[in-house]
């Protein structure tokens, strides 16, 4: 099922996006005590970070990883943790736990064991994932014509994330999988502007939605497991 919420501008989508995750946090805390929430990087969610970083909740009671990061250390202003620290994790949401996909290891190749024991051992529900979209319709990392494609894409894999290897601009990254991000309870999709209008036009076309491999963010879409929310500007 997907449920698609279009603002008029970028600081009205934040917040309505931020009002609608904490919300679902607030219930699954109620709930079970505690919740998981996966995060995207790139430029769109900073606005949205902070919004939810002033939210009123059980931060203590949080969780907070990632969708996928460069292999960068998190000094570098190209990285995801960067990203979430600088922007998230202040505020009310200091007291939330963060768990990283980047390690101490030369290479995401290197690194993939322990990233993958240190989402296993550290995450047992994924309850809540709000993804991006980028110009060439890819989500997380998994990028059209790249070798970790498969593997990414791979819904009955056990493996929680993959290294990705020739990824553009940063071709080491660290990604989840979209068996994990399918195990979650909640989807959203979060992209701005006329350009991703177009290209989500693009994606949803009723004669390539089976088209995984040219537009990954495909398969989240058009999945019957997890209802997919999409908020966007108009």
């Known amino acids: 099922m997907i449920n698609d919420n279009r603002f008029s501008d970028t600081e009205t989508l934040a917040q309505q996006l931020a009002d609608s995750v904490a919300g679902k946090m607030r219930a699954v805390i109620e709930e079970r005590g505690k919740v998981s929430l996966a995060v995207s990087g790139g430029k769109t969610p900073a606005l949205f970070f902070q919004k939810l970083s002033q939210q009123e909740l059980d931060w203590a009671k949080v969780l907070v990883t990632l969708v996928d990061d460069r292999w960068v250390e998190d000094s570098d ?8 620290k600088d922007n998230l994790l202040i505020n009310n949401a200091t007291l939330a736990y963060f768990v990283p996909l980047k390690n101490t ?5 290197e690194g993939l064991m322990t990233s993958e024991n240190r989402l296993h051992e550290q995450i047992d529900e994924l309850d809540i994932v709000v993804l ?10 998994w990028f059209p014509e790249s070798e970790a494609l498969t593997a990414c894409l791979d819904e009955q894999a056990a493996a929680c994330c993959c290294a990705v290897m020739d990824a553009p601009d940063f071709p080491q990254r660290m990604t989840m999988s979209l068996s994990l991000v399918l195990r979650s309870k909640n989807i959203y999709l979060h992209f701005e502007g006329e350009d991703k209008n177009q290209v989500f036009e693009q994606v949803c076309h009723e004669h390539e939605k089976h088209n995984l491999e040219q537009m990954p963010v495909r398969s989240v879409l058009f999945q019957s497991q997890v209802p997919v929310n999409i908020y966007r500007s108009a």
């Open 105 to 109: 290891e030369a290479t995401a190749a």
């Open 132 to 141: 991006g979209m980028g110009l060439d319709g890819h989500t997380a990392s």
């Open 77 to 84: 202003e190209a990285s995801n943790a960067k990203l979430v």
